[in-house]
């Protein structure tokens, strides 16, 4: 039970690159979740997906875009990477009373 | 809208007991979450409140009044592991029940 996993642990990408962050999880949760935490400030709410098929903008959704096929899988997407989006990625799962999070993908764009 | 405030920083010593408060102002309200976060890690559960009162897990301990839109997480016994940023976090009723966090405490515990 690997719980919640995202790949690459880190990452540096040119200005106007795109990538995609994966995650992962096993729990058979239906809430998925990202956030990214900018160095000394609180994690913000990117994106969210309540099913597979089923996804809604968070708090600071513009430059990425997400997808849920299916119920194990909530890829994230930067399409034209500006150096603003350098952050630590996270993403997380809940079901009930507590929400768990990945470990985490350290991007750096310049 | 969406408010939380707890305070930036707290120092405390081996053994010594610390309350870490948190005040919150959000629409929705489900309940309120503690997580701990060492440096360069990701965010581990801590407790979680959906009732007026006090939680006690061990060491920690969670409090919760929703009626002044406040909570405090109290640590016993303190042990130098325990430095970390601890972030309050409400859960809206909104956004899939996403969680809404500070900028979290950093907690500095010395010898």
């Known amino acids: 039970n690997a719980g919640v996993t995202q790949t690459p642990k880190f990452r540096i990408l040119k200005i106007g690159q795109s990538m995609t962050l994966q995650c992962t999880q096993d729990?058979?949760?239906?809430?998925m979740y990202w956030y990214r935490q900018d160095p000394g400030m609180g994690l913000k709410l990117i994106y969210y997906?309540?099913?597979?098929?089923?996804?809604d903008k968070g708090e600071v959704p513009n430059g990425y875009n997400v997808s849920r096929s299916t119920t194990e899988d909530f890829p994230l997407r930067l399409e034209l990477a500006a150096p603003s989006q350098t952050s630590v990625y996270f993403c997380?799962?809940?079901?009930?009373?507590?929400?768990?999070f990945g470990p985490g993908t350290r991007l750096t764009v310049t | 809208g969406q408010n939380i405030d707890q305070p930036t920083e707290m120092t405390a010593t081996e053994g010594a007991i610390v309350q870490i408060n948190c005040t919150y102002q959000?629409?929705?309200?489900?309940?309120l979450f503690w997580y701990q976060q060492h440096a360069g890690e990701a965010p581990t559960f801590l407790s979680y409140?959906?009732?007026?009162g006090l939680e006690e897990k061990g060491r920690f301990s969670s409090f919760l009044s929703r009626s002044k839109g406040y909570s405090y997480l109290l640590l016993k016994e303190l042990q130098m592991k325990d430095s970390a940023s601890y972030l309050c976090?409400?859960?809206?009723?909104?956004?899939?029940?996403?969680?809404?966090f500070g900028k979290g405490t950093t907690l500095s515990v010395s010898s």
């Open positions: 409140n959906v009732l007026d």
């Open positions: 729990m058979n949760h239906n809430y």
């Open positions: 959000t629409s929705g309200f489900n309940g």
């Open positions: 997906s309540v099913g597979a098929g089923i996804t």
């Open positions: 976090a409400p859960e809206a009723n909104q956004a899939g029940t996403a969680l809404i």
């Open positions: 997380a799962t809940g079901q009930g009373y507590e929400q768990y």
